[in-house]
């Protein structure tokens, strides 16, 4: 699967069900890019992924394309820097809390393909967790910076697959036959975007506010996205129509809310419109 991440939300694009268990080719990898990329051609792209598209060949292919990539490797993948040895990944030190960027790195042993960088990255430990091993990253942007914020987009990619599996839409336990599969997929993504429209929209109008709470304290970043804004501002739409009656009574006795309640009813008003 391929998707576009756009403020840590990624928006499944474009897929294909593969007969086999276990990694996936070059080809099938180029096979579903291919129309992304021309989808795309008019935005700077940075393609990003795991150890299953690690592939140095794949990286070269976008190289080729004048596409940045940033690509997550095996601990066992061999390069060599300048006129040095070979060596694997986890032989370079590394310590928690420790980053490295090392130019002009050519690739395995078995391969003769353009030099690219290599960025590395160990995250220190935070809030009492330690992560279990550094990112080694195959890229062509210029700087470890660049490299590991790029990357870092990635986990949106597993919010999506969250959501996708156990997070609301089951699509394990649908248990359905391959076709029916790509239909329930093809379902899932257009539910995925318009929900994300929806909370895009629900924030421009400023109406955030009565769905979820937009801030806390010791808390740098935004507490919810808009994929989540746009799910639960339906969810409330839906409570309030069923409370309704009880409110407006509640309201009777306490007129001085009146003027919130009114504000309440526009928000209400603001959401339900279609796009």
Request: glycine share 4%; hydrophobic share 40%.
């Amino acid at each position: 699967m391929v998707s576009a991440i756009y403020h840590r939300r990624a928006l499944p694009i474009f897929w294909e069900l593969l007969n086999k268990e276990g990694a996936s080719s070059l080809a099938e990898q180029q096979k579903v890019l291919r129309p992304v990329i021309r989808l795309l051609r008019r935005y700077k792209l940075v393609i990003i992924g795991d150890r299953e598209f690690h592939s140095v060949e794949l990286a070269h292919w976008l190289h080729r394309q004048h596409l940045s990539f940033v690509f997550r490797q095996k601990q066992d993948t061999t390069f060599r820097e300048k006129r040095q040895k070979f060596q694997s990944l986890k032989s370079l030190k590394i310590k928690p809390g420790m980053q490295k960027f090392y130019r002009d790195i050519i690739w395995t042993q078995n391969q003769s393909f353009s030099r690219f960088n290599l960025a590395v990255y160990w995250k220190r430990r935070y809030k009492g967790k330690q992560e279990e091993e550094a990112l080694y990253l195959l890229t062509n942007l210029d700087d470890c910076q660049s490299t590991v914020s790029a990357y870092s987009k990635r986990f949106g990619i597993e919010a999506m697959f969250k959501d996708c599996k156990t997070g609301g839409y089951n699509l394990e336990d649908s248990k359905a036959s391959p076709d029916r599969l790509m239909r329930l997929i093809l379902l899932i993504a257009l539910a995925m975007t318009a929900a994300w429209l929806q909370g895009k929209r629900i924030k421009l109008q400023g109406q955030q506010a009565y769905i979820c709470r937009t801030q806390e304290r010791q808390r740098n970043r935004k507490r919810h996205s808009n994929f989540w804004i746009g799910l639960y501002g339906h969810s409330w739409i839906v409570a309030f129509n069923e409370c309704q009656e009880w409110i407006e009574e509640l309201i009777a006795y306490v007129s001085n809310k009146r003027r919130f309640y009114q504000k309440g009813l526009r928000a209400i008003k603001l959401i339900q419109q279609p796009f």
